[in-house]
């Protein structure tokens, strides 16, 4: 059911979207000079890497797209880079993702091999399953940017905070998950993307 779902909903959104990503692509290339797209490497089911596709939203740096963690550093996010993380707009080229099937509409998120490193046996748990869009610790955590930034070391939050507790969702998820469950959590991150 799900992957039917997905595929089925993903072809929908690409329909539904379509302007809407063009016109978000058109404004990135006039307003952040350089590539519309931010593509990094991330680890999925099975310990699989992939290319997540994001849209850009910080200035173009090097070395960025390789893996690197800027915990905290929102030096390099522009105006319309904030906008389009705010409104969560940045994660709509996920959607090739999923029609790609590295990943699903929900499941937990894929990380950087830099933490996928972390705490391993959690990690090869939560690796039976593909990761998505969204997911219970995307709403629970849908302001990290700002409780990394007001951190003293955010490296340390992120490992022994942040990420313990997104871990132990994850984990949840993929023990509890259910199709309808799945609906839930989709209705309630349209929910917290629309309260902002």
Same mark, same amino acid.
């Given at each position: 059911? *799900? ?25 990135? /290339? ?55 993380? *705010?409104? /969560? ?32 046996? *959690? ?32 490296? *340390? ?26 609906? /839930? ?12």
């Amino acid at each position: 059911m *799900k992957p039917l779902f997905d595929r089925l909903f993903c072809f929908l959104g690409l329909l539904l979207f379509s302007l809407l990503l063009l016109f978000i692509a058109l404004l990135i /290339k006039v307003l952040m000079p350089g590539p519309v797209f931010f593509i990094q490497q991330r680890t999925g089911r099975q310990g699989r890497t992939f290319k997540l596709i994001k849209f850009r939203t910080m200035k173009v740096a090097s070395g960025k797209s390789s893996g690197s963690f800027d915990a905290g550093d929102n030096s390099r996010i522009t105006p319309f880079g904030q906008f389009l993380r *705010k409104t /969560k707009l940045d994660e709509l080229p996920q959607l090739f993702n999923v029609l790609k099937g590295d990943m699903s509409f929900v499941g937990p998120r894929p990380e950087v091999k830099q933490w996928t490193e972390v705490y391993p046996e *959690k990690w090869k748990i939560v690796h039976l399953v593909k990761p998505g869009i969204t997911d219970n610790a995307s709403i629970e955590f849908r302001n990290e940017e700002e409780i990394l930034a007001q951190s003293d070391d955010p490296i *340390k939050t992120y490992r022994e905070e942040i990420l313990p507790r997104k871990l132990d969702l994850y984990i949840d998820y993929v023990n509890n998950q259910t199709f309808l469950g799945d609906l /839930k959590i989709i209705l309630k991150t349209i929910k917290v993307v629309i309260k902002g």
